[in-house]
């Protein structure tokens, strides 16, 4: 009968820290949301103007290629 409730006190046990570890995150997160969200929103915007200077060089480089095979020719 003991181990039943161990067994029972050990997961009411995790059962209250798995809460208290979201209480904390939720907080957090509501305290620096909007610096989380600054953050993201710049991460993201970087890499896509990266992505999009990547396209236009590699569109004046083939563009670059086309004249030069047409001068060529």
Not at 48 to 55: I, L, N, T, V
Request: aromatic share 6%; charged share 25%; glycine share 10%.
């Amino acid at each position: 009968m003991k181990s039943k409730r161990k067994s029972g006190q050990t997961m009411v046990e995790y059962i209250i820290i798995v809460g208290v570890i979201a209480v904390v995150a939720i907080t957090v997160f509501g305290i620096f949301g909007d610096a989380i969200r600054e953050k993201v929103f710049g991460a993201t915007r970087a890499i896509s103007s990266s992505r999009e200077a990547d396209a236009r060089a590699e569109a004046d480089r083939s563009g670059a290629e086309t004249l030069r095979d047409l001068g060529g020719n």
